[in-house]
């Protein structure tokens, strides 16, 4: 009797925390191969956005305007994804609303996320010269109004590139400092903001309170989680949070709706940014 109550509870377990990628909507599961498949795209249980539905943006770039200016901090090595087709949305509304944006795509740029030694004093107390590729990029985090960051969820934190992103350029001395009464965020002026799209969260699409009415007290339980990770990154520089635009609701790939379908995510995304950025 006892081991039948474990057994049950061991199942009951492994289906409450079941893999997200084994009920993501992208696809159904993909199958097991021990050899790449020649056509991965149509097998993945990634999102792969149909390439007739794809679009491409080019930022407009940072000037010397007093137009508000959004960073975006993208992690993800597939411009083919919903994730990346979040980031070209949100870039599209922000230049139409009248604002500057600038891209960094760390993929695109190599950037090298690992913290090593030799400027880990730099970024722990502010010592010595900036790394190279650090001061390449603080210039753009320091003309910023908004940081965007933009990953795919990947074991339920930012992934590796744009958390060595944050490690790395967001240093001492330059992010925060020492004062007599503790820390000092020295980003007081600007909000960071996370677009996000995952393989199971709950089911929802956007922040706490988003859920769809099907697992709301999962889908809530996360994005609370995520929030409190968020607010004190953002305190920790000075910085405002401005919340998540989370996704679970991936058009599957081979959906016969899948124009109305993404369609319907990118509106939602633009319509969260219009209350969330006041546009
Ligand atoms: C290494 C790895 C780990 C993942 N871990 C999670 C996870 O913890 N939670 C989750 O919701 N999805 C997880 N996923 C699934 C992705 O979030 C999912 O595939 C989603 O569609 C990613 O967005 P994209 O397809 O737009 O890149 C993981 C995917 C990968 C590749």
Known sequence: MRNLTLLLLCGL?????????????????????SVMPENVDAVTSASVV????????KPNGFTKSDKKKVLFVVGDPRHESVEWDLVNTAMAHFMKKGL??????????????????????????????AP????REQPYVAAADYIVFAYPNWHDSPNAIVKGYMERVFSKQFAYRDTEKGLEGLLKDKAIYTIFNAGWIGQGRGDVGDGIGKSDAIWDRYLNA?????DDTADFWGAKNLGRFANDQTPANLSKNY?????ALR?????KLDKVFGL
């Open 226 to 230: 995520y929030k409190v990770v968020d």
């Open 267 to 271: 509106a939602d995304l633009r319509k």
């Open 132 to 135: 190279e590729d650090v001061a």
């Open 100 to 129: 500057e944006v600038e891209l960094r795509d760390l993929y695109e740029i190599g950037f090298s996320p690992v913290l090593p030694r030799e400027s880990f004093f730099h970024a722990k107390d502010g010592f010595g010269k």
């Open 259 to 263: 124009d109305k379908e993404i369609e």
């Open 50 to 57: 149909p390439a007739a539905h794809r679009q491409t943006v």
């Open 13 to 33: 377990f492994s289906a409450s925390v079941s893999a997200a990628d084994a009920v993501s909507g992208a696809t159904a599961k993909a199958p097991a191969s």
